[in-house]
T-cell receptor, first 114, second 112 residues
Framework: GESVGLHLPTLSVQEGDNSIINCAYSNSASDYFIWYKQESGKGPQFIIDIRSNMDKRQGQRVTVLLNKTVKHLSLQIAATQPGDSAVYFC?????????????FGKGTLLTVNP | EAQVTQNPRYLITVTGKKLTVTCSQNMNHEYMSWYRQDPGLGLRQIYY???????DKGDVPEGYKVSRKEKRNFPLILESPSPNQTSLYFCASGLSPVYEQYFGPGTRLTVT
């Protein structure tokens, strides 16, 4: 899950297993959520997004679940591969607010063991 | 190739010496933004721009300026850099804030 301190949460899985990365977002008015993957030495890369009128969205090997009641977001990666090893960030935005600030979580480090 | 470019990629400078980090995108995106990334703090938005001549503060704007005179460019200006601005900086662009953002490769800045 997301860190509230200085240490990055970590998740270690075996190749082929499914991974679940969690995120607790802060603003109940947020209506757009997005997951990014950041590999070492690179900029973040879009994975999948979801709007608040949905509670589930699927992509290729990834699924995002949104629970607005408890302000929780999760990213599920099926059949995790070594190339999935990276830091994963969730981000939230309130598109109906007075600004368009995108707020990121602190990230979760996913390590896939071969 | 669709991309966001940043220059320089690495910069070491001294306190108080004005610097500019350039950002350019070739995707005709209206939305551009700057982030800083620090260990344990994740990505924090500095400034963003909804279109030419339209900029607004993010979560950590103090000590930074931006301008958006053309759609493709969004430079980040540090008028008087201080050591607490030592960080990894990313520029990003997107069609709008509610679409995926394309990130540049990052600029590692060290202020001594």
């Amino acid at each position: 899950g997301e860190s509230v301190g200085l240490h990055l949460p970590t998740l270690s899985v075996q190749e082929g297993d499914n991974s679940i990365i969690n995120c607790a977002y802060s603003n109940s008015a947020s209506d757009y959520f997005i997951w990014y993957k950041q590999e070492s030495g690179k900029g973040p890369q879009f994975i999948i997004d979801i709007r608040s009128n949905m509670d589930k969205r699927q992509g290729q090997r990834v699924t995002v679940l949104l629970n607005k009641t408890v302000k929780h977001l999760s990213l599920q990666i099926a059949a995790t591969q070594p190339g999935d090893s990276a830091v994963y960030f969730c981000a939230e935005l309130n598109s109906g607010g007075s600004n368009y600030k995108l707020t990121f979580g602190k990230g979760t480090l996913l390590t896939v063991n071969p | 190739e669709a991309q966001v470019t940043q220059n320089p990629r690495y910069l070491i400078t001294v306190t108080g010496k004005k610097l500019t980090v350039t950002c350019s995108q070739n995707m005709n995106h209206e939305y551009m933004s700057w982030y800083r990334q620090d260990p344990g703090l994740g990505l924090r938005q500095i400034y963003y721009s909804m279109n030419v001549e339209v900029t607004d503060k993010g979560d950590v704007p103090e000590g930074y300026k931006v301008s958006r005179k053309e759609k493709r460019n969004f430079p980040l200006i540090l008028e008087s850099p201080s050591p607490n601005q030592t960080s990894l900086y990313f520029c990003a662009s997107g069609l709008s804030p509610v679409y995926e953002q394309y990130f540049g490769p990052g600029t590692r800045l060290t202020v001594t």
